[in-house]
Nanobody, 128 residues
């Protein structure tokens, strides 16, 4: 059973930085695509970033391009989301998710339906 645990969230001032971690257990990370999503109160869950399994290709939402960086450390079975120049509108619960080689239909990197396993989420609050 694949399990994901996010960490690294917290309260930060506008313009600040945070690094989120997604630790994957239960299987090797080598063949998984990982996505980061977020959900603010009263809003739908949205895709923030994703990294593919083999080539390490990365994807970003327009709202975070140039500010967020996703990268993976397969040896540690962990994926990170480095968040810089944070804005109040980045406030949300952040979730990581895994897409395995046995997943169903692919709806795009930013569709929650493309992913099989989810973490419990970590709160990010950007406020002065």
């Amino acid at each position: 059973q694949v399990q994901l645990v996010e960490s690294g969230g917290g309260l930060v001032q506008p313009g600040g930085s945070l690094r989120l971690s997604c630790a994957v257990s239960g299987s090797t990370l080598d063949y998984y695509a990982i996505g980061w999503f977020r959900q603010a109160p009263g809003k739908e869950r949205e895709g923030v970033s994703s990294i593919s399994s083999s080539e390490g290709r990365t994807y970003y939402a327009d709202s975070v391009k140039g500010r967020f960086t996703i990268f993976r450390d397969n040896a540690k079975n962990t994926v990170y989301l480095e968040m810089n120049s944070l804005k109040p509108e980045d406030t949300a619960v952040y979730y990581c998710a895994v897409r395995t080689p046995y997943s169903g239909t692919y709806y795009g990197w930013d569709s929650a339906a493309s992913y099989d396993y989810w973490g419990q989420g970590t709160q990010v609050t950007v406020s002065s």
